[in-house]
């Protein structure tokens, strides 16, 4: 979908014009148009959303950031990414240089509870092997643009991502919030160029004509030559850019003239003044001289191989999306990062994605499931936990860090590295004091979420076999097990806190309370990444080895604590015990090697889980959060006394 000028010659080739229908060219685009897969996140290259609509109150502005150039410490050809939100936007690549220039800028759409950080990433490219990131920097843009000063450019440094206090490089950057008179402006300046054919700057009332059509409104349509002659204010019998810019300003107040975006099709609510401004202020991102960042892409890893992705999307040739599909079929899990409100990736080796696609995304897999690899996992499992609990195995902790460098912050960590005696020593690493900070210390009616993880959220049981556990024979009283009673969980809400290897896999107390009850329940390993749980021939979390513990609290009723094991993780400790009072946030235990699941069940009506957590959920996307984090608020609470105060809380 082009921005640009449109040439008589161009504008020719997509009609035949001896029988006035669309040529070879026009249906073969719009053949390629149609099979494009439409993403999850966004149906085209605007950095808006138009599946969502803003209020007004929401509505924080536009801003304009612009990547001048940067300067690193060796000659490589660069590019850079700019992730905000859920979407990700990348420059070209520069020459071969140690001083790269981009001039490239995008317009992105602020939100007042949006997202405010934008993460720039600069990566090194290379034509025959991976791209690879060297430096980044993360940048507040709200206080980017209050800043006193007398410049918009600033420079940022890159920071290694495996060493955030080592400076690989600087960035320059300006951010700016683009004026509404250069908004129209520059809106009418490009709709021009659009039906402008003979490239005179001014349009006659055929070029005029095709305009308003191409704007989709009917009732303007029928009264073009009343429109012309109110646009033409000097009566030349053209209209020029001042002139359409006015016209477009006066019909805005009035009734707009665009029911349709001349641009990407997208049929726009007349009614609806603001996100039409924000739709077609953001899709007429071009004209102004400078190179436009290229969008559509999730994160910075899949913009750094900008073209090979957007092929892929093209021919069909991979699935590269969010929630459910993704941690299906893809060896790149997408989840939504609730800290900076956006999309990041999960590492996993290929290998082993198509090993446990093999096994659990299909008939044959399920078989041999049942003629002994359920007892092949345990006995791979327990060999693995006896060779990371070794001395040898201290020497694969650097590799391990080296591996997910931009996932694991040693900063936060109690101990140095030389401290840990074995991998599962580092496994199992406790975290400095206040490195996971509480939300709404005092307010035991707010529930905090119990692990660094990937988070899943429903509000019963029905919503989770919808969207996200595909097992046939999930159930509560599967979960929890025959010993105890589950009928008051029954329609109950259900949390997920995924952890993967590279997080800190000690689990923490979501609630306050006394612990009632320990129950150990037997069972496979099998794993528990999405693409076991969204499989249909296994129940990973009613079949795997599980210690379940009843809380029993003020506010929220019994809470089930469920803790299972998975691959290379048979080992469930527990660092409390039955008839202990315990405070939110409190540790409660840890995994030893691999990933594995905290599952918390809470009663039916006794928890209003937070909308962003269940917004997610209901799109089959995991949320990152961190342990302290804000999980939701008793019901119960809520009825007596009213909601607590969250506004000094943690997201």
């Not at 990371?388 to 960590?413: G, L, R, T, W």
Request: aromatic share 8%.
């Amino acid at each position: 979908m082009g921005h640009g000028s449109s040439k008589s010659e161009s504008y020719d080739e997509f009609t035949d014009d001896s029988k006035g229908s669309p040529s070879r060219l026009s249906r073969l685009k719009h053949k390629l148009h149609n099979h494009r897969p439409h993403l999850h996140l966004h149906h085209h290259s605007s950095s808006h959303s138009q599946t969502k609509s803003l209020a007004a109150e929401d509505f924080a502005g536009i801003a304009l950031v612009k990547i001048t150039g940067a300067e690193m410490k060796f000659k490589d050809k660069w590019l850079a990414c700019v992730s905000f939100g859920e979407q990700t936007f990348r420059t070209d690549v520069s020459d071969q240089t140690d001083k790269p220039i981009w001039n490239s800028e995008k317009k992105l759409l602020l939100e007042r509870n949006g997202p405010r950080v934008a993460r720039i990433s600069v990566f090194e490219t290379n034509r025959f092997s991976k791209n690879s990131l060297v430096g980044y920097c993360e940048i507040d843009l709200f206080e980017f643009l209050i800043q006193d000063s007398d410049s918009d450019v600033k420079v940022f440094d890159l920071l290694d991502p495996s060493s955030p206090d080592i400076v690989v490089g600087s960035i320059s950057v300006s951010c700016s919030v683009e004026d509404p008179i250069e908004t129209e402006k520059c809106f009418a300046r490009r709709i021009l160029s659009i039906v402008d054919y003979n490239e005179d700057g001014k349009l006659s009332f055929s070029e005029f004509s095709d305009l308003i059509d191409a704007f989709g409104n009917q009732l303007a349509a029928d009264k073009k030559e009343e429109l012309f002659k109110a646009a033409d204010q000097n009566e030349d019998s053209v209209v020029c850019m001042d002139e359409l810019a006015i016209l477009l300003a006066i019909q805005q107040e009035k009734e707009s003239l665009i029911n349709c975006c001349p641009v990407c099709g997208e049929v726009l609510e007349v009614s609806d003044k603001l996100n039409t401004m924000i739709h077609l202020t953001l899709c007429f991102d071009e004209g102004t001289g400078n190179q436009v960042m290229t969008g559509g892409f999730l994160t910075d890893k899949q913009a750094s191989y900008g073209w090979m992705f957007k092929l892929s999307e093209w021919v069909h040739f991979s699935s590269y999306d969010i929630g459910l599909r993704s941690g299906s079929s893809a060896s790149h899990i997408l989840v939504y990062d609730r800290r900076t409100k956006r999309l990041v990736e999960e590492l996993i080796d290929r290998k082993i994605v198509l090993s446990m696609r093999a096994i659990y995304q299909s008939k044959l897999g399920l078989r041999l499931m049942d003629k002994g690899a359920k007892e092949l996992l345990e006995s791979i499992s327990e060999k693995q936990g006896k060779k990371m609990a070794s001395v040898e195995s201290a020497e694969d902790i650097p590799k391990f860090i080296e591996f997910f460098k931009d996932q694991i912050n040693m900063a936060e960590v109690k101990y140095p590295l030389e401290h840990f005696k074995t991998f599962n020593d580092f496994f199992i690493r406790e975290l400095k004091p206040g490195a996971r900070p509480i939300s709404c210390t005092g307010h035991d009616d707010v529930a905090v979420c119990a692990a660094d993880s990937r988070l899943m959220a429903f509000r019963n049981v029905e919503d989770s076999l919808r969207f996200w556990i595909k097992g046939q024979r999930f159930s509560i009283h599967g979960l929890l097990g025959k010993e105890i009673s589950s009928t008051a969980f029954l329609d109950g809400s259900l949390v997920i806190f995924r952890l993967a290897p590279q997080d800190y896999h000690r689990f923490h107390l979501p609630v306050s309370g006394t612990i009632e009850n320990f129950v150990d329940i037997p069972g496979s390993l099998y794993t528990v990444n999405p693409i076991a749980v969204n499989s249909k021939y296994c129940n990973v979390f009613t079949e795997n080895k599980r210690a379940v513990a009843i809380i029993s609290t003020r506010d929220f009723g019994k809470v089930a604590f469920v803790a299972i094991g998975a691959t290379m993780v048979g080992s469930i400790t527990f660092t409390k015990k039955k008839g202990d009072h315990i405070q939110k946030g409190d540790e409660f235990g840890y995994f030893s090697f691999g990933g594995s699941t905290v599952i918390c069940v809470f009663e039916k009506d006794t928890i209003e889980i937070d909308k962003d957590l269940l917004t997610n959920s209901a799109r089959s996307l995991e949320t990152l959060v961190s342990v302290g984090m804000t999980l939701g608020v008793s019901q119960k609470k809520h009825s007596e006394v009213g909601l607590p105060n969250l506004e000094k809380c943690v997201l």
